[in-house]
T-cell receptor, first 114, second 111 residues
Framework: NAGVMQNPRHLVRRRGQEARLRCSPM?????VYWYRQLPEEGLKFMVY????????ESGMPKERFSAEFPKEGPSILRIQQVVRGDSAAYFC????????????FGQGTRLTVV | GENVEQHPSTLSVQEGDSAVIKCTYS??????FPWYKQELGKRPQLIID?????GEKKDQRIAVTLNKTAKHFSLHITETQPEDSAVYFC??????????FGGGTRLMVKP
């Protein structure tokens, strides 16, 4: 049973471009969480999704950031018009159901904005 | 929402000594308290967790204690080894779902 899979592992974007980060949850898991880790800092919650629903997006910036978890396929975190401050590691975790906060993280996507 | 404070931010110990990292949280409704170890450039890995119905849990050289009344919990590592060197994060759950993390402790074990 593969763990949480994220791709790409590394992503370089120029300022103003779009970044798309993908997360495939563990098999049988229908809940996905995205966290951001700025250099030398802890992890900050961004968004919590269930299949086809956003449950909690309180940690996600209102502008330029969006997330989805379609019925088929991976969850996508999309950052439009990236700026240098978006450079960070983005980690995804999955859970089989609500009320299970245990987080097993994917390898992360390290976004660098140049 | 939940707020988690973690201390110290850096900790240097001699190999074989013990290391203790402490966290406090604000939301009395939190029930799940995990600890993660993160090596440079890698993902956070769950090393031990505790739920609010117990006060202490141990796994070999690692133990965690929880004081719900005071709203604090601690990680104890005994007989530290150089491979224990990493950044450690505590966390607490929000309404049983997402986690709020502390700021991290950089542990350095000197051989």
């Amino acid at each position: 049973n593969a763990g949480v899979m994220q791709n790409p592992r590394h992503l370089v974007r120029r300022r103003g471009q779009e970044a798309r980060l993908r997360c495939s949850p563990m098999k049988g898991h229908s809940h996905v969480y995205w966290y951001r880790q700025l250099p030398e800092e802890g992890l900050k919650f961004m968004v919590y999704l269930q299949k086809e629903n956003i449950i909690d997006e309180s940690g996600m910036p209102k502008e330029r950031f969006s997330a989805e978890f379609p019925k088929e396929g991976p969850s996508i975190l999309r950052i439009q018009q990236v700026v240098r401050g978006d450079s960070a590691a983005y980690f995804c975790a999955s859970s089989p159901r609500a009320g299970r906060p245990e987080a097993f993280f994917g390898q992360g996507t390290r976004l660098t904005v140049v | 929402g939940e707020n988690v404070e973690q201390h110290p931010s850096t900790l240097s110990v001699q190999e074989g000594d013990s290391a203790v990292i402490k966290c406090t949280y604000s939301d009395s409704a939190s029930n799940y308290f995990p600890w993660y170890k993160q090596e440079l450039g890698k993902r956070p890995q769950l090393i031990i967790d505790i739920r609010s119905n117990v006060g202490e849990k141990k796994d070999q050289r690692i133990a965690v204690t929880l004081n719900k009344t005071a709203k604090h919990f601690s990680l104890h590592i005994t007989e530290t080894q150089p491979e224990d060197s990493a950044v450690y994060f505590c966390a607490a759950d929000n309404a049983g779902n997402m986690l709020t993390f502390g700021g991290g402790t950089r542990l350095m074990v000197k051989p």
